[in-house]
């Protein structure tokens, strides 16, 4: 199918744009009336991920609504683990947690390692996205980095240390590099998946990168993203890994088209290590709550640091519920709207 905007994948192959592309991670979501509406028909978030055309609805309407240059599946990157055989829920404003945790060598040798399959209702609703879709904007599809999602299995949700993670990584890697190689596995499969079933583009979220040092980063993290990396030679691939400011230059070295940055790492620093790879990023989501005025000047700002091309604008981190969507909305149109050739001309 021919796009009839394509500007994201060009921006990410490095080609000339003649504007900057823009969309927003967690843009199907909370911030818009629509989507709850739609969540609150079913019995919640997990029945929405897994009901296709349902999650294809959600999933479109930030295209509709915000105007963004592609769309982002709706899904999470938990559905991983629960691929391998580990369950997990998802709490009302309190977020995801697994009723049954990794605690031992035994819990790693349970896991199975998911096949493209096991993620049919996501395939089928990129499938259902893309029909619907028509060619408008691009589709993005995505997978937690596993390092991410090791943090999940272990600690059994979010954590303020870490602790049970890294105990595990230090006390036993042996067994931590089995788990995060099942992961990978699983995660390769699914994502090839995505990419037959319409994919234009995949973006790696390695969510909880920061709480590691560059040492163990290279250790934990950087094969495994290589591995994914590797396996989707045929596709754009974004990484992102949130607070791992000191990988930037590993993670270009990686064969991927985009490094994500959050809010931390300067654009112009980040343009120098990651030499030609395109980069996306990296508004401070907390900006939205300022001012239309003041968003369109951290906008510019922004955008002037990146430069005009080999760039795609984004937040640092996804978009928070609670955030005006005009504001969301407004910043898209700023950045639409940004005259390019005033950077070019520099």
């Given at each position: 199918m021919i796009l009839k905007n394509d500007l994201l994948l060009r921006a990410a192959r490095?080609?000339?744009?003649?504007?900057i592309p823009v969309w927003l991670m967690r843009q199907a979501g909370?911030?818009?009336p629509e989507y709850r509406a739609v969540r609150a028909s079913l019995s919640g978030f997990k029945e929405l991920?897994?009901?296709?055309?349902?999650?294809?609805?959600v999933t479109i309407q930030p295209v509709d609504i915000l105007g963004v240059d592609a769309a982002i599946i709706f899904s999470d990157i938990l559905v991983v683990s629960e691929?391998?055989?580990l369950r997990y829920e998802m709490e009302e404003k309190k977020g995801p947690y697994f009723p049954q945790t990794i605690e031992n060598p035994q819990d790693i040798e349970r896991l199975r390692t998911g096949k493209a399959e096991d993620f049919h209702y996501t395939l089928d609703a990129i499938r259902i996205t893309k029909k619907a879709l028509d060619g408008r904007v691009p589709l993005i599809g995505f997978a937690g980095?596993?390092?991410?999602?090791?943090?999940?299995?272990?600690?059994?949700?979010?954590s303020k240390t870490f602790s049970k993670s890294k105990r595990l990584l230090f006390s036993d890697p042996d067994s931590a590099k089995k788990l995060l190689q099942k992961i990978t596995d699983t995660t390769i499969a699914y994502l090839r998946g995505q990419v037959e079933a319409g994919a234009d583009l995949i973006q790696v979220f390695d969510s909880w990168a920061g709480?590691?040092?560059?040492?163990?980063?290279?250790?934990?993290?950087?094969?495994?993203?290589?591995q994914i990396c590797e396996a989707i030679p045929d596709r754009p691939v974004t990484l992102f890994a949130k607070g791992a400011f000191y990988a930037r230059k590993s993670l270009a070295a990686l064969p991927c088209s985009v490094i994500g940055t959050d809010w931390n790492m300067p654009p112009q620093e980040s343009r120098q290590l990651v030499g030609?790879?395109?980069?996306?990023g990296n508004l401070d989501p907390c900006i939205l709550y300022g001012s239309e005025k003041f968003i369109t000047e951290q906008t510019h700002a922004m955008i002037r640091e990146f430069g005009a091309q080999k760039y795609i604008a984004n937040l640092g981190h996804g978009v928070y519920p609670d955030t005006d969507p005009m504001k969301v909305k407004h910043f898209v149109e700023t950045v639409?709207?940004?005259?390019?050739?005033?950077?070019?001309?520099?």
């Open positions: 490095g080609e000339k744009t003649e504007r909370r911030i818009l991920v897994e009901t296709p055309d349902r999650a294809a609805e691929g391998m055989g980095a596993p390092f991410t999602l090791l943090c999940y299995m272990v600690e059994g949700g979010g709480i590691l040092s560059p040492q163990a980063y290279e250790e934990f993290s950087l094969p495994y993203m290589r030609n790879k395109t980069l996306q639409q709207n940004f005259d390019i050739q005033s950077l070019e001309a520099l």
